[in-house]
């Protein structure tokens, strides 16, 4: 009797998953900060130096919204694993470097505090952190959140412009960058989305290393290439390439960093690869009729946002095919 009771109480109860491997949260958290290096010294080499002290800003407000509002409530810090700093970063890539920093450090407040420590923390939160601390500072500093820095190396006497997509919407198609410019970085915009070839080269680094799957990217990106290709082929009057529009579609804006580094967050998005085909297409087709037919230019982070809220929904229709399939 005493064995059983001594057994009992060496038991450990968990939530799955029961994964017996050397991978932890601040190793993916950390794999994650390097993967976004490369878009972060693109940014740097294009707006500046000030670009590096919004990011630093973001990311040690975060750490400390998080560290703060463990210690107030006693809870065990989970600071040190890398998940503040990482939605500091995502913030500072998705704002203008000209962003006044105490406002980034609003966007990090609202993220860390609001959206995930308020629900319980790393891994209850419903929607993504940076994500949403990004919409709210658009709804509350847009003018701010709408002024876009040009390039150092551009050939212009100004200090702020459009970004392609502020062009393609006030169809202002002459000024539209070439695709080999926004492949390279050398447009303006938010840090995260001036370099397409920044954000595959860390989105191949964390296929590499297993962070995360390429399912959910490759349905985002692919639903803006197609859907956009079947639009300017459907609008032959409009004067543009069907096929150079479509690759337009995809690197302008935030496309890449959204598939790449934020629709595939592990908390807010679906477990079944079936379920993450679902997401990424739906994040790409609201995008698209965001960018077509709204009045906003832009709608990489609303149709993220929405989708995350449709997660469970896709988990739980998954979940019951899956199970079903596995019955027969």
């Given at each position: 009797m005493d064995n059983k009771n001594k057994f009992h109480d060496n038991l450990i109860?968990?939530?799955?998953?029961?994964?017996?491997?050397?991978t932890d949260t601040t190793r993916v958290m950390a794999t994650v900060i390097v993967a976004l290096l490369p878009a972060l010294c693109v940014g740097i080499y294009v707006f500046g130096i000030r670009v590096l002290a919004l990011a630093i800003a973001c990311m040690l407000s975060s750490s400390f919204f998080e560290w703060g509002y463990n210690r107030l409530l006693k809870r065990p810090q989970t600071v040190g694993d890398l998940?503040?700093?990482l939605t500091g970063l995502l913030i500072a890539m998705n704002v203008p470097s000209t962003l006044p920093i105490w406002m980034g450090v609003v966007g990090s407040f609202v993220a860390i505090v609001i959206v995930k420590q308020l629900y319980g923390g790393i891994g209850r939160n419903f929607v993504n952190p940076a994500i949403t601390g990004r919409i709210v500072l658009f709804i509350s500093f847009a003018s701010e959140m709408s002024t876009w820095p040009v390039p150092k190396m551009a050939d212009t006497d100004a200090l702020t412009g459009p970004t392609p997509l502020g062009h393609l919407a006030a169809k202002e198609f002459e000024k539209l960058p070439s695709n080999l410019d926004m492949f390279l970085g050398?447009?303006?915009g938010s840090v995260g989305e001036v370099s397409a070839i920044a954000l595959i080269i860390g989105g191949l680094f964390l296929v590499w290393k297993k962070i995360i799957s390429p399912v959910i990217p490759c349905a985002f990106i692919g639903t803006v290439f197609v859907l956009t290709l079947i639009y300017?082929?459907?609008n032959p009057a409009s004067g543009h390439n069907a096929f150079s529009m479509a690759l337009f579609h995809i690197l302008a804006g935030g496309v890449m960093l959204g598939a790449i580094f934020m629709a595939t967050d592990y908390v807010t998005t679906p477990k079944l690869t079936s379920g993450q085909i679902i997401f990424g297409i739906g994040c790409g087709l609201i995008t698209v009729v965001i960018r077509l037919w709204a009045s906003y230019p832009e709608g990489v982070s609303f149709s993220?946002?929405?989708?995350?809220?449709c997660t469970p929904l896709i988990n739980r229709v998954t979940f019951k095919r899956y199970i079903k399939g596995g019955a027969k």
């Open positions: 109860v968990s939530s799955a998953p029961h994964i017996v491997s050397d998940s503040a700093a050398f447009i303006g300017y082929s459907a993220i946002l929405l989708m995350n809220i």
